[in-house]
C-alpha cells in the first residue's frame, strides 16, 4: 500500500465506487466528489503498491489549531480487515499539518467504535451533542 495526498480522475471515479456501495454516501454523484476532493484541507488515500488502484481513503476539515474533524474514512469491500483503515488512521494523526490540532473529532457507528478507541476516541465529549440540519440546495 502507498499513501497519497492527491487524488487523479480515475481514483476519484473510484471513491464513488466505494461511496455508492454504502448506505451513508450512496447518494454522492462526481461532480460532488470533485468539489468536496478540491475543498477538503487534507486528503489521504491508500492505493495498491503495483498500481494506482484506490483502496482506501480517507479526509480532514480543519484550522490545524483547535479542531480537526476526520471524515469519511473507508475501504473497498475487498481490502477490508488488512489493515489499511489502520494505516489511513496513522496517516491522518501524523499528519505535520495536524500536529499542534487539541481535538480529533469524527463520528461512526456503533460497530466502529472499537475501531477509533484505538487512538483514544471516546463519546465522552463534555457534555456536547451532535446536531445536525439538512440543507437541500
Given at each position: 500500500m502507498r499513501i497519497i495526498n492527491q487524488l487523479s480522475e480515475s481514483q476519484a471515479e473510484q471513491l464513488h465506487?466505494?461511496?455508492?456501495?454504502?448506505?451513508?454516501?450512496?447518494?454522492?454523484?462526481?461532480?460532488?466528489?470533485?468539489?468536496?476532493?478540491?475543498?477538503?484541507?487534507?486528503?489521504?488515500?491508500?492505493?495498491?503498491?503495483?498500481?494506482?488502484?484506490?483502496?482506501?481513503?480517507?479526509?480532514?476539515?480543519?484550522?490545524r489549531v483547535f479542531k480537526a474533524l476526520i471524515l469519511d474514512v473507508i475501504v473497498a469491500n475487498e481490502a477490508r480487515n488488512q489493515g489499511f483503515g489502520l494505516n489511513i488512521m496513522e496517516e491522518i494523526l501524523k499528519h505535520p499539518n495536524l500536529q499542534q490540532v487539541r481535538h480529533f473529532e469524527l463520528y461512526c457507528l456503533p460497530q466502529m467504535r472499537p475501531f477509533?478507541?484505538?487512538?483514544?476516541?471516546?463519546?465522552?465529549?463534555?457534555?456536547?451533542?451532535?446536531?445536525?440540519?439538512?440543507?437541500?440546495?
Open positions: 465506487e466505494m461511496f455508492v456501495n454504502e448506505w451513508w454516501t450512496k447518494d454522492r454523484t462526481l461532480p460532488d466528489i470533485h468539489k468536496m476532493l478540491q475543498h477538503s484541507d487534507i486528503v489521504i488515500g491508500a492505493v495498491e503498491e503495483d498500481s494506482d488502484r484506490l483502496i482506501g481513503f480517507a479526509r480532514v476539515l480543519t484550522d477509533y478507541e484505538m487512538w483514544g476516541f471516546t463519546t465522552e465529549a463534555g457534555g456536547v451533542t451532535f446536531m445536525r440540519m439538512e440543507n437541500h440546495p
